[in-house]
């Protein structure tokens, strides 16, 4: 990303060229150049986007667009759930934390219902002013995705040991413990392992 955002003619943005970037911004990109986790920044009054290498991941054909582009441009799809948090990080100077949000996105010509934890912080320039914003971002779908198949493996798990016409018990090492495990062990007691 390092190399993109060199290459990149800000001149044509509104930020200009970046040697007339203020410090703060500069400070700020080379932050989340360095950063392990997804991360964006929105800065100026048009929120031109700044990404690292984590977030491009992520982006899938936005990337290498989206660098450099007004927020409310790059993110028109999402603009309906982000936008005003964004805006509200950016005029209230208020940070904000959010799990497990469904923003829709546009990928492979669609558009698709995703998950993210997001992160929002606003961050200030050399006057103490609110100069925009800084996200944190992780796509939660395949978490999500697997913590739904961990469900019906046990929903599985449990209608075969339920449909068994043998019973089934569970014993710990530690306790000793014969535990019934389905319908066939009946209404029977629990027993320890040296009572067999």
């Not at 103490?128 to 939660?140: P, Y």
């Not at 779908?141 to 469900?151: C, D, I």
């Amino acid at each position: 990303m390092a190399r993109l955002i060199r290459r990149t003619d800000w001149a044509a943005t509104s930020l200009g060229s970046p040697e007339f970037w203020p410090a703060v911004l500069v400070s700020y990109v080379n932050m989340i150049l360095a950063a392990p986790l997804p991360m964006e920044l929105f800065w100026g009054d048009e929120m031109i986007v700044f990404y690292n290498d984590a977030m491009a991941a992520t982006l899938t054909e936005r990337h290498p667009r989206l660098l450099g582009t007004p927020g409310r441009k790059a993110w028109s799809d999402a603009w309906p759930t982000v936008g005003e948090q964004l805006e509200s990080a950016y005029g209230q100077g208020t940070s904000m934390s959010l799990k497990n949000v469904t923003v829709l996105l546009f990928r492979g010509g669609r558009l698709e219902q995703t998950r993210w934890d997001y992160s929002y912080s606003p961050v200030f320039d050399s006057l103490g002013e609110v100069a925009r914003v800084l996200v944190i971002a992780q796509e939660v779908a395949g978490e999500t995705q697997a913590e739904a198949a961990r469900q019906m493996s046990e929903q599985r798990l449990d209608l075969a040991m339920n449909s068994a016409e043998l019973g089934m018990w569970s014993t710990t090492r530690r306790s000793g413990w014969w535990l019934p495990m389905n319908a066939c062990t009946g209404s029977s007691v629990r027993r320890r392992s040296e009572d067999r």
